[in-house]
């Protein structure tokens, strides 16, 4: 098969979709990439992001010129890509508990990741995917969206995040591929002090970011989101908070009440987490988190016709900073596949397989590390046991202590 003739139906431009198109850009093959959203970052809420072990595979799907750009929207831009350790800290004294090493590691904010992956590629926004059908011939797939608009291509591929539309139909039904909520009351928050002496207190000790860890078992993060106006100008720096716990709070609380609750939970914290969570202005917005997983688990790929990427294959909880990072490796191996395929090397439907056969495993397998870890951090008398405190941010092998009950099974 020619170039000519693949033509491959990517729905969900996230990061994950943006990647996947990039490396299909690169490598000659047609793509047509849909968003459900009506444009970029639609969504207000921003978070940052870590890319570590999986850094050198963004390399080789980007091209030379968009990958030239990354160390331009690091949070940090001091330090862009950088080695060393990441601070795990005591919440409740400010004294350090871990530093987890990483190698060439940068953190991103999703909203600068997003527009650097979208580079030249063509997005057709506002399109919400309502089926997919294959034709009879065994040769392709037409995707229907709510508009109207039919497409027809040579494989699907489901980008499409946690609650993924593609995934409903791999799995057959809606109930199958629905997440599984992880019960916690995770806020995010976008912060600017608006003073320099305070965000330079902040971020005195731990330059980009810190994961706080309390004995009341709940956990405070911050880390530097952007620097607006340069690293001279910290009245201006934006940072990246986050608070969470086990358990369910009320959800239609106002973003007023969830500030005062977790101004409340700060009081007893030590420095630098206690000031940083009390500073916030008054106006801050406080969002509450969803966060659900869906185990990773074999779907019928209609021959090689349809296939998952990313958050769509294996969403998981974020406290060990993989997410992104499969997400990464995920596009990188399909690519390899679908290369091949251009090729004449090997059948889609062989592709397919192969990239499958290794990345439902390891979803799988993180998925439920991740899941395991969520619990644990939020566990004092475990934390010290957790795979982020065994493991570090290298991803999981052979990981054989997983609990049935904490994956749903």
Not at 59 to 88: F, M, Q, R
Not at 308 to 319: E, I, R, S, T
Request: glycine share 8%; hydrophobic share 35%; net charge negative.
């Amino acid at each position: 098969m020619t170039a000519q003739d693949l033509h491959v139906i990517v729905i969900g431009a996230g990061i994950t979709g943006l990647l996947t198109c990039q490396g299909l850009k690169k490598a000659g093959i047609r793509y047509s990439l849909f968003e459900r959203e009506t444009s970029m970052n639609y969504r207000s809420n921003e978070w940052t992001m870590a890319i570590h072990w999986a850094l050198p595979l963004v390399k080789e799907i980007l091209p030379a010129d968009v990958w030239d750009k990354i160390p331009d929207i690091a949070c940090n831009p001091t330090v862009g890509i950088h080695s060393g350790l990441y601070p795990i800290i005591n919440a409740d004294t400010g004294d350090l508990i871990t530093g987890v090493p990483y190698k060439d590691g940068l953190r991103v904010p999703r909203s600068k990741m997003r527009g650097l992956c979208a580079e030249g590629i063509d997005c057709q926004y506002g399109k919400t995917l309502v089926d997919v059908a294959f034709n009879e011939s065994g040769k392709g797939v037409i995707a229907t969206f709510s508009d109207g608009t039919l497409v027809s291509g040579t494989i699907i591929i489901g980008t499409d995040g946690p609650r993924s539309r593609v995934r409903e139909t791999a799995m057959g039904s809606a109930e199958k591929a629905a997440v599984t909520k992880f019960p916690i009351f995770h806020t995010n928050m976008t912060v600017s002090y608006g003073d320099a002496e305070k965000a330079l207190y902040v971020r005195k000790k731990f330059p980009t970011s810190y994961l706080a860890l309390s004995q009341q078992n709940l956990h405070a993060f911050q880390s530097i989101s952007s620097m607006p106006d340069g690293p001279d100008h910290p009245e201006t720096w934006i940072f990246h908070m986050a608070m969470a716990w086990m358990g369910e709070s009320d959800n239609k609380m106002s973003y007023p009440e969830r500030l005062a609750l977790i101004k409340g939970k700060a009081e007893s914290l030590g420095e630098p987490a206690r000031s940083a969570f009390l500073w916030m202005p008054e106006e801050t917005e406080v969002h509450k988190a969803d966060i659900s997983y869906w185990v990773s688990q074999p779907w019928n790929n209609y021959q090689g016709k349809l296939t998952l990427v990313g958050d769509a294959a294996h969403p998981m909880p974020p406290y060990r900073g993989q997410g992104l990072n499969h997400c990464i490796c995920d596009v990188s191996h399909l690519l390899k596949g679908i290369t091949e395929v251009r090729d004449g090397k090997t059948a889609l439907v062989d592709a397919v397989a192969a990239y499958e056969n290794e990345m439902i495993p390891r979803g799988t397998e993180e998925v439920s590390c991740s899941v395991e870890n969520g619990e644990m951090l939020h566990d004092w008398n475990k934390i010290q046991e957790s795979p982020v405190f065994r493991r570090g941010f290298k991803p999981m092998d052979g990981h054989s202590n997983v609990r049935e009950e904490a994956v749903g099974a």
